[in-house]
Structures are given as C-alpha cells and as structure tokens.
Nanobody, 123 residues
C-alpha cells in the first residue's frame, strides 16, 4: 500500500520560514513527479510547486522566489522550503506524487495524496 506522509507544518510569523517534508512508502518502482498543493479555507486546492523526474520545476506565481522544492530520489522524499512567509500562505499543504507502483494485480501508475499538514502564518 502506497502512502505519502507529510511533516513540518506549524505556526510561523510573517517573514519567517518553514520546511515541509514528504516521504513516499510502499512498492514504488518509479516516481514521475512529486509536488505540493495547498488549500486555504473557502478556496480550491491549488498547485504550489512540483518537480518531475528530470528535475524540471513548476511554481505558482505567488510563491516564486520564496519557496523551493527539492527531491531525494533515492529516499522517495520531497521537501518544500518556504521563506518570507505571508499570511496568505496559510493553508493545509498536501504532498502529491505520480507513481508507478506494484500491487496485488501487478504494476500500475497512479496519483497519490498525503493527508496534509497545516501551515499557519500569523503574528
């Protein structure tokens, strides 16, 4: 069974920093992409940052220059370094991964989500 587990959320002051981490576990043969989404109260879930297997990155305009995504392919992990945090960054952050996994029926590609970690930016 494939699982994505996030860690590192919490409370930060405006202008501060937090680092989120996500670890994927299970029978994983390949990671096509890993990334982070967020959902603020009353808003739709949105892409924050993503990285493909070749290292290409994609960031939301609102976080460019402040957030940095990284991956450790050997450990099946991804991290999101968040600097210069703003109140509008407050949200639940979800790890997402596009994976090739093994299961009882064989091998297949799927999209997986973590349960989320809350980031609150407030003074």
């Amino acid at each position: 069974q494939v699982q994505l587990v996030e860690s590192g959320g919490g409370l930060a002051q405006p202008g501060g920093s937090l680092r989120l981490a996500c670890a994927a576990s299970g029978t994983i043969f390949r990671i096509y992409a890993m990334g982070w989404y967020r959902q603020a109260p009353g808003k739709q879930r949105e892409l924050v940052a993503a990285m493909t297997s070749d290292g290409s990155t994609n960031y939301a305009d609102s976080v460019k220059g402040r957030f940095t995504i990284s991956r450790d392919n050997a450990k099946n992990t991804t991290s999101l370094q968040m600097n210069s945090l703003k109140a509008e960054d407050t949200a639940v952050y979800y790890c997402n991964a596009d994976l090739l996994v093994g299961h009882l029926g064989g091998v297949g590609r799927g999209n997986y989500w973590g349960k989320g970690t809350l980031v609150t930016v407030s003074s």
